[in-house]
Nanobody, 124 residues
Framework: QVQLVESGGDSVQTGGSLTLSCVAS???????MAWFRQAPGKEREGVAL????????DYVDSVKGRFSVSQDNAKNTLYLQMNSLKPDDTAMYYC??????????????????WGQGTQVTVSS
């Protein structure tokens, strides 16, 4: 099972930018990779996913135009570029790995491996 380690979380002000990284222990070029987030008292929410083999990407509506997901298969690393951050983006961000079929939708149960999370805090 792949091990995932996220980094890059920080505290920023509204309008700021952050780039999250997720390093995988094995090749992820044929895995569905995703970013989820969970704020206190809320359910885990899918943010972005990517199937790099055919460059398929998808985003939750609330981040479209502001966030960008990418993957460097040579480095086994997943990224999430976050721009124009808002207080509502405050959450623990997790990366996840699953089979190709997991990219059909943002169902957490479709993803088999998860990182430990990295905290993003956006202040107004």
């Amino acid at each position: 099972q792949v091990q995932l380690v996220e980094s890059g979380g920080d505290s920023v002000q509204t309008g700021g930018s952050l780039t999250l990284s997720c390093v995988a222990s094995i090749s992820i070029n044929k895995s569905c990779m995703a970013w989820f987030r969970q704020a206190p008292g809320k359910e885990r929410e899918g943010v972005a996913l990517i199937y790099s083999y055919n460059q398929y990407k998808d985003y939750v509506d609330s981040v479209k135009g502001r966030f960008s997901v990418s993957q460097d298969n040579a480095k086994n690393t997943l990224y999430l570029q976050m721009n124009s951050l808002k207080p509502d983006d405050t959450a623990m961000y997790y990366c996840a790995s699953g089979p190709k079929s997991a990219c059909n939708d943002f169902y957490p149960t479709d993803f088999q491996s998860w990182g430990q999370g990295t905290q993003v805090t956006v202040s107004s």
